[in-house]
């Protein structure tokens, strides 16, 4: 069974930093990429930044600049690291993987999505 278990959210000031992280464990397969979400109350839930297995993130606008992916297929790990935040950034956060695991002697696979149980980040003074 596999597991996202997330970690580092929290209360922070304005301007403030905060890092996330999020492990994954289990038959996880062959990562694909690896991402963090967010849902504010009343909002949709959204994405904040995403890597690709081979190293390439793209980022929402609204935290260009200010938020940095990093991930470790290896390990199974990836972080995301927030500064300058905003109350703006307050919401749950969510981890997601997208990998693809392998299911008969044949070497057929199928995709498959995880998502973590969410973390709370609230920035306020």
């Known amino acids: 069974q596999v597991q996202l278990v997330e970690s580092g959210g929290g209360l922070v000031q304005p301007g403030g930093s905060l890092r996330l992280s999020c492990a994954a464990s289990?038959?996880?397969?062959?990562?694909?990429?690896m991402a963090w979400y967010r849902q504010a109350p009343g909002k949709e839930r959204e994405l904040v930044a995403r890597v690709s297995s081979g190293g390439m993130t793209n980022y929402a606008d609204s935290v260009k600049g200010r938020f940095a992916i990093s991930g470790d297929n290896a390990r199974k790990t990836v972080v995301l690291q927030m500064n300058s935040l905003k109350p703006e950034d307050t919401a749950v956060y969510y981890c997601?993987?997208?990998?693809?695991?392998?299911?008969?002697?044949?070497?057929?696979?199928?995709?498959?999505?995880?998502w973590g149980q969410g973390t709370q980040v609230t920035i306020s003074s």
């Open positions: 997601y993987v997208n990998s693809r695991i392998v299911v008969n002697v044949e070497g057929a696979s199928v995709e498959r999505e995880y």
């Open positions: 289990g038959r996880i397969g062959s990562i694909n990429a």
